[in-house]
């Protein structure tokens, strides 16, 4: 099975500070790797998928790069509505798998 | 609009069993693979299963192998997840989303979930 690790697993930033969120594929997924945004208490949301492909009606703030194992998540100018959990998700593989989470707070 | 309406959670006792139902509903069901999710209480996004368009190839987690269940009924638009032997680490929210393909050429293949319904809780206790 692949193994998901996001890193770090919780971060605090100011309104308008890029930010960048980390996800290793423990072998190479080639671009097979989704981001998603959980706000407490609801279900989650697709923000990107393909690695860098921005889902519809997503901010142009969120962009996402990478390949083979290495991926990352970039908000580039936090704002006060990305206070999230955020999660990447592989479907490289047949048994699919998520990454631990990367929560987002807003100093 | 794409719907996705589980239902069928509550308290269940340990070795008990449940069925979990999501109903869906502004799309052509039968054309898509689906799949449940699950998040134990405070925790992370845990896969659960999935399903093939029409019920031939399934997958699922090993934790839950030989004791859960998926399947579907396209004609009633309907997925499913029959859940037995159930343990308190089963506890949480199971969500049902649906599989879909990106068929650009640089993302030829990758599925992701572009809908989740709104999730159901599932409680094992005694």
């Known amino acids: 099975d692949i193994q998901m690790t996001q890193s770090p697993s919780s971060l605090s930033a100011s309104v308008g500070d890029r930010v960048t969120i980390s996800c290793r594929a423990s072998?190479?997924?080639?671009?097979?790797l989704n981001w998603y945004q959980q706000k407490p208490g609801k279900a989650p949301k697709l923000l990107i998928y393909?690695?860098?492909t921005l889902q519809t009606g997503v901010p142009s703030r969120f962009s996402g790069i990478g390949s083979g194992t290495d991926f990352t998540l970039t908000i580039g100018s936090l704002q006060p509505e990305d206070s999230a959990t955020y999660y990447c998700?592989?479907?490289?593989?047949?048994?699919?798998?998520f990454g631990g989470g990367t929560r987002v707070e807003i100093k | 609009e794409v719907q996705l309406v589980e239902s069928g959670g509550g308290l269940v006792q340990p070795g008990g069993s449940l069925r979990l139902s999501c109903a869906a509903s502004?799309?052509?069901?039968?054309?898509?693979?689906m799949s449940w999710v699950r998040q134990a209480p405070g925790k992370g996004l845990e896969w659960v299963a999935n399903i093939k368009q029409d019920g031939s190839e399934k997958y699922s987690v090993d934790s839950v192998k030989g004791r859960f269940t998926i399947s579907r009924d396209n004609a009633k638009n309907s997925l499913y997840l029959q859940m037995n032997s159930l343990r308190a680490e089963d506890t949480a929210v199971y969500y049902c989303?649906?599989?879909?393909?990106?068929?650009?050429?640089?993302?030829?293949?990758?599925?992701?979930?572009?809908?989740w319904g709104q999730g159901t809780l599932v409680t094992v206790s005694s």
């Open positions: 998700q592989q479907s490289h593989s047949s048994f699919l798998s």
């Open positions: 989303a649906r599989e879909e393909y990106c068929s650009g050429t640089t993302c030829y293949g990758v599925k992701y979930f572009d809908y």
């Open positions: 072998q190479s997924i080639i671009n097979y």
């Open positions: 502004g799309f052509t069901f039968r054309y898509f693979w």
């Open positions: 393909a690695a860098s």
